[in-house]
């Protein structure tokens, strides 16, 4: 064989570095593929952390929280069971989520009138929240001694709100509390703190 068929046979060298840079190339991208899949199941496992543990996030569907909460608004609440009288809260009743404000605890006394007008402890609630007082679907007798480790709630559409006005919700422990109501994030045009 001579020298130049020699030469032939042998690549060139720069389709040697073309292809070297093309499986570089594809290393390199497959690498950062799989550092870019990685990253986004971790900032999604950490979403889903931080919406179930911490943030939970909900739909309202009803209209017992009108005028403060409207149906299929979407709400952030804050996990745990720091609450005062007046704030919203969601939780757990027969497998559903039902959202209503806190109006009294443990021991405290609720009466309420023909009116709708709420008394704790033979005090009227100012709540400014309520456009249209009713006594609303009340089978409770009056006045009405919360049970320790429970809290009274109500809807602020009090006409048709089922509450702990009614014994088939009760008042609610703290061991069914998911958390309170701080943000709507939905609609965008109600975007804010919920009071």
């Known amino acids: 064989m001579s020298e130049s068929e020699k030469k032939l046979d042998l690549p060139d060298l720069g389709l040697l570095e073309a292809e070297l840079e093309r499986e570089q190339y594809k290393n390199s991208f497959g690498q950062v593929l799989k550092s870019t899949v990685f990253s986004l199941l971790v900032v999604a496992a950490v979403a889903v952390l931080i919406a179930v543990l911490l943030l939970p996030?909900?739909?309202?569907?009803?209209?017992?929280?009108?005028?403060?909460?409207?149906?299929?608004?979407?709400?952030?609440?804050?996990?745990g069971n720091k609450y005062k009288t007046g704030d919203i809260i969601a939780f757990y009743y027969n497998n559903n989520i039902l959202v209503k404000r806190v109006i009294a605890y443990a021991g405290d006394w609720v009466n309420i009138d023909s009116e709708g007008n709420v008394y704790v402890n033979d005090v009227l609630l100012d709540e400014p929240y309520v456009t249209e007082k009713a006594l609303?679907?009340?089978?409770?007798?009056?006045?009405?001694q919360v049970p320790d480790g429970r809290c009274f709630v109500m809807g602020d559409h009090r006409a048709t709100s089922v509450d702990?006005?009614?014994?088939?919700?009760?008042?609610?422990?703290?061991?069914?509390?998911?958390g309170k109501i701080l943000i709507r994030v939905w609609p965008l045009s109600g975007l804010g703190l919920v009071h």
């Open 57 to 79: 996030v909900l739909q309202i569907s009803g209209t017992s929280m009108t005028d403060s909460l409207q149906d299929e608004d979407i709400v952030v609440a804050l996990n």
């Open 136 to 144: 609303g679907d009340c089978n409770i007798t009056l006045p009405y």
């Open 164 to 178: 702990s006005r009614n014994t088939a919700v009760g008042c609610v422990s703290s061991d069914m509390v998911i």
